[in-house]
């Protein structure tokens, strides 16, 4: 059985995530838990700097994030007559990230939160809350829904790599899970700078293709990124890719899309999930 966080506002950006999950492993024996993390506004604590009313406030965030998810789940569960999908809440006192970053790596085989879109001056990639979980580096899978994503078959699998670090069956293992689920078919893509591999890439490309064996894939090539939107209209248009894929090593590939400057004037909004494995060497 598979054991999946699903960590909620109680917004639509939220419940989107969780639907494109129940999607994503419909028929397979799945346990969601949805997890929602509170702790009290900069107001509150301002204005109730006594133990005594700051332990109030605590247990009264508690209680409301308790019926919350309660009604949350009753909700879902009154939509879902799936007889292979479990569900559990788990309330947390403080910050998401705190939350997230105390979970035990084995605790869950993965994290599929939503993030929001585009909107004046936080024209960002990324949702600056979804941004500090992927800088957490956790060690449980993260699947990340943009806002406007609707679910599609994952036909294609796009995994976006540099063939720099050798490869092992543990940090592909949910790339391979995915696969398998869907009879997908993995898009190998490497961002070149030069166009011929050297000795030690053509190694490591040697022992992901072993490591892929027992599955679908193909090779491509594309010149190193000039722009994020260059980036996106690649993966997603050029290449029909449903869903992208990276091993989050230190100072590659994904980790430089990150460094775009926060405030930036985009004119898109990506549809495509982005799933980030965490590197095991």
């Not at 939160?113 to 957490?136: H, N």
């Not at 899309?257 to 990506?270: A, C, D, W």
């Amino acid at each position: 059985m598979l054991h999946i966080l699903i960590p909620t506002d109680f917004s639509n950006n939220a419940l989107n995530a969780l639907t494109y999950a129940q999607y994503l492993f419909k028929g397979k024996e799945t346990t969601f838990t949805l997890f929602h993390a509170y702790e009290p506004s900069a107001l509150q604590l301002l204005a109730n700097k006594s133990p005594l009313a700051l332990s109030k406030i605590y247990r009264d965030l508690q209680d409301e994030s308790e019926v919350r998810l309660s009604v949350f789940l009753s909700e879902i569960l009154s939509r879902d007559k799936s007889t292979t999908f479990y569900y559990k809440t788990l309330s947390y006192s403080g910050h998401l990230k705190e939350g997230i970053s105390s979970l035990e790596s084995q605790a869950y085989d993965y994290i599929i939160m939503g993030t929001k879109g585009a909107s004046g001056l936080k024209e960002i990639f990324m949702g600056s809350t979804t941004y500090e979980i992927v800088s957490l580096k956790q060690r449980i899978p993260l699947l990340i829904i943009p806002e406007q994503a609707a679910f599609v078959n994952p036909e294609n699998i796009g995994f976006a790599t540099d063939f720099k670090r050798g490869y092992s069956k543990e940090e592909l293992e949910p790339l391979i899970t995915l696969t398998k689920l869907w009879k997908s078919t993995i898009r190998m893509v490497e961002v070149y700078k030069k166009t011929t591999l050297s000795p030690d890439k053509k190694a490591h490309l040697q022992e992901l293709e072993d490591l892929l064996a027992a599955v679908d894939y193909r090779f491509h090539v594309v010149p190193e990124f000039s722009s994020l939107e260059n980036c996106i209209n690649i993966f997603d248009n050029e290449l029909d890719i449903d869903l992208l894929v990276m091993i989050d090593y230190p100072k590659t590939f994904f980790e430089s899309l990150m460094r775009e400057p926060v405030v930036k004037k985009m004119s898109f909004h990506t549809t495509l999930p982005f799933l980030i494995l965490p590197a095991q060497n």
